[in-house]
Structure formats: structure tokens, C-alpha cells
């Protein structure tokens, strides 16, 4: 009997005290058990180490760094110093990942050599597990095996609608591909790293909601959201592929330019709303110097 192959899962861990048990065990419940799980932690100072330890299964090694990376995309790239195995997924410490996921990942691949990369639909959970929302498929990645072309356009449409947790990737086009260029890109490096992916290969969606994608106010993707006043790194990384692309309508091209005008206003927004929280502090300190010149 041949050996199912092995899906070796990444997870990369920091301060997860409060979702990590349950993570872990959403993992080691999948129904493909041909699995090898590295945590790699990035010095955390909480409980989440001591979690780890005690749920004993000898298919997780803990990889421990002194180091704290202040970013969670470069603790990310910290993982391809293990890689190994037929495929890779590279988890997040706080999502829930269902039974299924791996062993249906595994399939896509199994039926379909050209395919590199196997994403999932997700399901939003708060910090109780409780489902906020369900995230349908795009039309766009409907029954077929996507191609770079397929993904810009999809892209300049809707945005970055490749669920990242999801991402089943054939272990040697990480090999290939890695790091994630997050000095180039910041948090738009995974996209960087999808669009890459696929102008080797093709890249499959699973139209089911395989993984539970947790949202939380605490994360660092929230507040970057909520409080940033810069261009989105996602429309650099997008400038910096679509340069070098042809054919692409003009339709999802003005798609994309109506993105970049709405992110603008949002930069506004966020700006003149920490203004308002800040002015209090401002006239403060406008009429003490005032006062120090007379």
C-alpha cells in the first residue's frame, strides 16, 4: 500500500495563549494524518509554549527563537528553514482549520499535476468560535485551475481574495519561491507571493469554507485597517506585477483604478479622524507656547 503523502503544517506562533490549543488540535484532527507539524515560535513570553507541551503527539516539533521578528511575516519565512514533504500549508495560530481541508487539498493536487498551490473558502469566526459570516467563491475562480492572468484580473476586481491560512503550496515551489518579500511589499507580500506562484503554475480554489478565519480587534491586519493613513502595500505589489502583464481588460483596470480612489478617502478619513482624537492635545500645546512667548 502506498504511503498518503506528507502535508508538513507551519505554524508559526507568538503570544497565542488564548486560540492556540484549539488551533493545534483543529490540526491534528485532520482526517489526512500523513502530517508533520513545526511550530516556530517567536519568543513568546505567555503561556503559549507551555500549551504546546502539553499535548503530546510525536508528529510536532517546536522550533524556539530567541529572537522576536516585530512582524508576523518574517517569523513566516523563519518556516522555510524545515521545509520538507510533498506539500506545505503554513497555519495561523488563532484559525480553526476543519477535518476535511488536508485531505481534499491533497486530492486537488493528486488529479491535477500542473496545479501548484490549493487554496479553501473560509468562514469569519469571533473570538469565541461563534461564525460571524461566510465568504462565497468569486465567479472568477469557479471551476477552473487559475492561471497568473486569471488572478490579476481577479485581483484588480476584487482585491486579494486568495485566503492565505488556506494556502496549500507543493513543497518545492516554496523551496523555489521563498521568502515572503516583505521588505518590498509589507502585509501585500503573500499576494506578491501568490501572483510568483502563479506564473509557474496553476493555482486551484476549493469552493467550500474549509477553513474558519478568526477576526479580532487585537490583530495586526485590523489595525493597520483601522488606522492607516498610506497607500495600501496592496496596490504596490499589484503596480509591480501589472507592468509587466498584457490583456488585461480595460474594465477590471478601471476596477482597480475606483479601488485606489476609495483606499485614498479612507487614508483621509483615518487621518482626520486621529486629528480629531488628538486635537484636545493640540490647542494644549498651541496656547502653552502662545503663553511661553509673551
Known amino acids: ?18 486560540t492556540i490549543e484549539r488551533t493545534l488540535r ?3 484532527d485532520q482526517t489526512h494524518t500523513n502530517i508533520a507539524i513545526h511550530i516556530v515560535d517567536n519568543h513568546s513570553t505567555d ?10 503527539d510525536p508528529r510536532i516539533t517546536v522550533h524556539l527563537h530567541e529572537v522576536h521578528y516585530p512582524v508576523s511575516e518574517l517569523n513566516w519565512n523563519r518556516c522555510f528553514d524545515y521545509v520538507r514533504g510533498d506539500y506545505t500549508i503554513i497555519c495561523h495560530s488563532d484559525d480553526v ?28 469566526i469571533d473570538d469565541h468560535d461563534k461564525i460571524i459570516k461566510e465568504i462565497p467563491i ?8 487559475l492561471s497568473n492572468r486569471d488572478i490579476m484580473i481577479a485581483t484588480l476586481c476584487h482585491g486579494n481574495t486568495l485566503c492565505t491560512p488556506s494556502a496549500m503550496i507543493r513543497s518545492e515551489m516554496y523551496a523555489l519561491l521563498a521568502p515572503f518579500r516583505y521588505e518590498l511589499f509589507s502585509y501585500s507580500s503573500d499576494l506578491d507571493m501568490w501572483l510568483r506562484l502563479s506564473s509557474c503554475g496553476r493555482i486551484a480554489v476549493i469552493d467550500e469554507p474549509l477553513l474558519h478565519y478568526r477576526v479580532s480587534s487585537g490583530q495586526d ?63 494644549g500645546w498651541g496656547i502653552k507656547q502662545k503663553i511661553q512667548r509673551r
Open 1 to 18: 500500500m502506498t504511503e498518503s503523502p506528507l502535508v508538513t503544517v507551519y505554524l508559526p506562533t507568538y503570544n497565542s495563549e488564548k
Open 26 to 28: 483543529s490540526i491534528l
Open 47 to 56: 503561556r503559549t509554549l507551555d500549551i504546546i507541551k502539553s499535548i503530546r
Open 97 to 124: 482549520y476543519t477535518p476535511n481541508m488536508f485531505k481534499k487539498q491533497v486530492e486537488v493536487f493528486q488529479k491535477n499535476p500542473k496545479v501548484y498551490g490549493v487554496f479553501t473558502m473560509m468562514k469569519f
Open 138 to 145: 468569486i465567479d472568477e475562480y469557479k471551476n477552473k485551475n
Open 221 to 283: 491586519s485590523w489595525r493597520i485597517h483601522h488606522k492607516r493613513t498610506a497607500e495600501e502595500a496592496f496596490f504596490r505589489t499589484v503596480d509591480y506585477h501589472l507592468k509587466d502583464m498584457k490583456d488585461i481588460p480595460e474594465d477590471a483596470i478601471m476596477h482597480y483604478e475606483m479601488r485606489r480612489i476609495e483606499d485614498k478617502l479612507k487614508c483621509v478619513y483615518n487621518a482626520i479622524s486621529m486629528m480629531g482624537k488628538n486635537l484636545p492635545k493640540m490647542i
